[in-house]
């Protein structure tokens, strides 16, 4: 659990470094990757990797697609063998952007597999922001950050989970 949690920290100093760099003036950071932890993800056959492979690139290109006459200019593409990390500059106001993500995240069961982070002015945009509640754990309705962050689940509790997500696709 802790690997997972020191890879997803690096990540978000690496993103806030990009942020900085957005072209456009109003616009904002948005950040697409898979929530996998490195553990569970590297328990994965070549079946499973490739249909959340399928999952990232389908969300990924339509969430790409829905801000296309904003001007969305793509950062960062690798795929997701390689923790799958997609970033983009879009010209668009934030809290829009994070109320897509959002939707995006929960328009199906399995879009609970991918995270979609918004960052405007080096700052991430949350839930909150949209006074919404923040996103459950994958296992539990308790708040996902917490149970990550407290170790709250035994490893092959998180890797059957998952993979039931994987299996359903």
């Not at 959340?52 to 001007?71: G, P, Q, V």
């Not at 799958?84 to 879009?90: D, K, S």
């Not at 829009?96 to 959002?102: D, H, Q, R």
Request: hydrophobic share 35%; with cysteine.
């Amino acid at each position: 659990m802790f690997e997972s949690i020191m890879l997803r920290d690096n990540i978000h100093e690496i993103i806030k470094g990009y942020c900085s760099k957005n072209p456009f003036k109003n616009g904002c950071t948005a950040v697409l990757s898979t929530i996998l932890p490195i553990k569970v993800f590297r328990s994965l056959d070549k079946h499973q990797i490739d249909s959340l492979s399928e999952i990232y690139t389908s969300t990924a290109d339509s969430f790409i697609e829905h801000f296309a006459n904003d001007k969305v200019r793509v950062i960062i593409s690798k795929t997701v063998k390689l923790k799958g990390i997609l970033i983009l500059f879009i010209n668009q106001n934030a809290l829009i952007v994070k109320n897509t993500a959002v939707s995006y995240e929960n328009s199906k069961p399995e879009s609970r597999l991918i995270d979609i982070d918004i960052y405007c002015g080096g700052q991430q945009i949350t839930r909150t922001h949209l006074n919404l509640p923040p996103r459950q754990c994958i296992i539990c309705e308790a708040p996902a950050s917490r149970c990550i962050f407290e170790g709250n689940h035994r490893l092959d509790d998180l890797k059957k989970e998952f993979q039931s997500y994987l299996v359903k696709n």
